[in-house]
């Protein structure tokens, strides 16, 4: 996969957009979820901890970052939402 970094004209809904996806391809997530709100609880969905690992991996490849240490916990990959806004602090503190 070609990472494709995010710009600073990305809207939160393109973000979140494209996090759907890479959620669908990597947090292993139990198949009979028909639509992932953005604020479903992932590890309640059946994402463990491993593929948490493997889910953050893709998100740093898509948008070619990589989130700081003291972001990789649990609560940030609660869902789409809190993934989005640690990918709008990573951004702008790249600014």
């Known amino acids: 996969m070609e990472a494709t970094t995010v710009s600073c004209c990305s809207t939160i809904g393109q973000i979140k957009e494209r996090l759907r996806t890479i959620v669908k ?21 059946g994402m463990s901890s491993q593929a948490s690992v493997v889910l953050m991996i893709a998100v ?20 789409i939402d809190t993934i989005a806004q640690a990918i709008e602090t990573v951004m702008q503190a790249g600014q």
């Open 60 to 79: 740093e490849g898509e948008f070619g970052l990589e989130f700081p240490d003291c972001m990789l916990s649990r609560d940030v990959f609660t869902n």
């Open 25 to 45: 391809d990597h947090a292993r997530l139990n198949p009979s979820l028909d639509r992932l709100e953005d604020s479903t609880d992932l590890y309640r969905a």
